[in-house]
Structures are given as structure tokens and as C-alpha cells.
């Protein structure tokens, strides 16, 4: 496969240099590879991008190593105590940190944030020490947190993430974000002018001092915007991590027996060969499960009065009958004059007379 143009080492001396690369060097190009990469429109989980963030990765950690063993900083100083020229040299934590951000291996990305995390920790701790900028300085994530650093990491920083539930940290971490970003955006502003004077070669002492320290203060911002992201995104790869293991460990689902299958059948033939074609049969016939239940007492008509009976019901209207045909032959008065007027109604009244009134 053909490299790409931009796949170049930056910084690695020639076959025929014998001499190992300066400080000044290192930071240089594995400050301009990170540009390069940041500004690039390549995808960045091509392999010609990996290739050269590791390649500034390796370069700023031996030039890291570099300024460990030359002591060039100590808690015990003050910020105007520092040459212009060492000042530069304060980014590589971050630069570590944002270029180790950069690598794309999903197996490892837990190990890539927190060791970005880490990067991005001591830079701030040592700006903290300079007292370079106002921020506060964000909780560390392990049990190591030396005694002088305990006190400071007891309050919340700006880029942590508050309990759901905690509207004033909420809202106080809003706020403390809104405030970054203008700081962000002035401190961009004062670089863009001062970068002119620097890349001309022109710049004094006192120019280049101030472009360091506002490159410096610039990150600060973005390294606290950046252990925000990464407090939340190691988080999420906790609980990944935890269901991964989860369904690793979950037992295999035991093999239920198949469901045997029946018939409906149609006819008598069928249920001779096939069965009855459901799980069970009748166990009692109806006359039986009457007398189970009569002997029981819990039939419906069992402990309520009995019922008159039909002949009982006939003769008490033949007795009805012979009573008003006795009445009618002995002629009572009463029972006459209620005939009468019945007759001389019928007689005046049509039959279906009183239905008319709610006709149409």
C-alpha cells in the first residue's frame, strides 16, 4: 500500500547525523505534528495518521525525559523565575496528553484516557504551582493523591461531572463552563496577534514571553474541557466493560424439551389413530357431576323455597273462574254493573282506540 505524502518523520535525524536530536527540536516537531494532525482531513483512525501520532507521542516523551533530567522546573519557584525559553517547555504534559487522545485502538481506549488524563494532570498541577492561571485543580480518579495536593483536590472542579440530582452544582458548572469558553476565546484572540510578531522573527524577549504564557494559559482551558470529556467517556467504558463481563459470565440457557405436537382431529377414524387430539378427557358425564354436586348442596335451587308447581297454578284459576261465574249467576250487583260498563265502552271505543295518541 502507498503512504501518503503527509507520512514523513518530523524531528529523526539522518543515517549521517550521529548527533541525538535537541530539546528545542523535539518540541518543535512533535508540537507541529499535533497541528498537522488537528488540522488534517484525513480520517484519523487511517494508518498514515496513527503512524505519525505516535511518532509525535515518542518525541515529546523523550523530550519530557529530557527536562526531568535537566530539572528545568521546581514547585519552589515563581513564575518570573523562569528563562522565556523554558517557558515552552511546560506544554508537553498537554501535548502528551491531547496526542495520546488522538489514538484510535477501541481495545485500549480505557487505558488511552486514563494515561491522557494523567498527561493532562501534571500540567495543570504544575501551572497550579506556578500560579500561572485562576482555575481550580480537578479531583484525581486514584487513591494516590499526595498530601500537598489533597487539600485542593477536597473541592469540585470545573470539569467534573455533579450528581444528576445536585441542581447547584449544575448550575455552577454551567456557569464555570460558560466563563472557560469566553476565557478561551480572548485568551485565541491576544495569540493571533502575537503569533504575527513571533513567526516574522522579530519578537523581543518580552513578546515571546507573553506568547508562551498565553499558549500556556490556552491550555489550561482545554485541558480542563478535556478531562471533563474524559471523566464521562471512562465512565461509559466502565459500564461496557462491566456488561461485556457480565454476559461472559451468564450461563448458557439449558435446552428445554421439545413441545410435542397434537392433533384436532375431524372424525372418529382420526381420533382411533391420532388420539383425541387434546391433552385431556372428560372424567365424569353430566348426570354424575349433578349428583355430585346435589349430594354437596351447592346446586343452584338447593336451601331456596320450592317452586309452585304447574297443577297447583291451573287449579287455583279454575277456582278463580267458578268464583266470578257463581258471582255472575247470583247476580251480584257489583259484579253486573262492571259488565255493563265494560259492554257500553266497547261499544263507543273501536278496538285500538287508546293507541292513537302516538300515532305519527
Known amino acids: 500500500m502507498a503512504e501518503c505524502e503527509n507520512c514523513y518523520d518530523v524531528g529523526q535525524p539522518s543515517n549521517e547525523d550521529t548527533e541525538p536530536p ?133 473541592f469540585s472542579t470545573v470539569g467534573s461531572v455533579p450528581c444528576s440530582s445536585d441542581l447547584v452544582a449544575m448550575a455552577a458548572q454551567r456557569q464555570a463552563k460558560i466563563e472557560r469558553y469566553r476565557q478561551k476565546k480572548e485568551l485565541e484572540a491576544r495569540l493571533s496577534g502575537v503569533q504575527t510578531a513571533v513567526n516574522s522573527g522579530q519578537a523581543d524577549d518580552e513578546v515571546l514571553r507573553d506568547y508562551y504564557l498565553l499558549n500556556v494559559r490556552r491550555w489550561i482551558t482545554v485541558c480542563l474541557e478535556e478531562i471533563e470529556s474524559i471523566d464521562q467517556e471512562e465512565e461509559i467504558l466502565k459500564q461496557m466493560g462491566g456488561l461485556k463481563q457480565g454476559a461472559a459470565k451468564k450461563p448458557a440457557q439449558p435446552n428445554r424439551p421439545p413441545i410435542k405436537p397434537f392433533i384436532l382431529t375431524k372424525d372418529a377414524v382420526q381420533a382411533k389413530v391420532f388420539g383425541a387430539g387434546y391433552p385431556s378427557l372428560a372424567t365424569m358425564s353430566v348426570d354424575e357431576w349433578y349428583d355430585q354436586h346435589r349430594r354437596n348442596g351447592v346446586l343452584p335451587d338447593q336451601g331456596l323455597p320450592r317452586k309452585v308447581s304447574v297443577e297447583e297454578d291451573t287449579d287455583t284459576n279454575e277456582r278463580e273462574e267458578e268464583e266470578k261465574e257463581k258471582r255472575v249467576e247470583n247476580d251480584d250487583e257489583e259484579s253486573l254493573l262492571k259488565a255493563r260498563n265494560w259492554d257500553d265502552w266497547k261499544e263507543t271505543h273501536p278496538r285500538g282506540y287508546g293507541n292513537r295518541h302516538n300515532m305519527g
Do not use: H
Request: aromatic share 8%.
Open 22 to 154: 535537541k530539546l528545542s527540536d523535539l518540541l518543535d516537531s512533535g508540537w507541529k505534528i499535533f497541528e498537522d494532525v488537528e488540522k488534517t482531513n484525513e480520517p484519523l483512525g487511517s494508518n498514515c495518521i496513527q503512524v505519525r501520532v505516535k511518532r509525535g507521542i515518542s518525541m515529546l516523551e523523550e523530550a519530557s525525559r529530557m527536562v526531568a533530567q535537566l530539572n528545568l522546573f521546581s514547585c519552589n519557584e515563581e513564575i518570573e523565575e523562569l528563562a522565556t525559553a523554558d517557558l515552552r517547555y511546560l506544554l508537553l504534559p498537554a501535548l502528551l496528553g491531547a496526542l495520546t487522545m488522538k489514538q484510535t485502538s477501541r481495545d485500549k481506549r480505557l487505558e488511552t484516557v486514563r494515561t491522557s488524563r494523567v498527561y493532562f494532570m501534571d500540567f495543570l498541577r504544575r501551572c497550579k504551582d506556578y500560579n500561572i492561571f485562576q482555575f481550580q485543580l480537578p479531583k484525581s480518579t486514584n487513591g494516590n493523591t499526595s498530601p500537598e495536593k489533597a487539600s485542593e483536590n477536597e
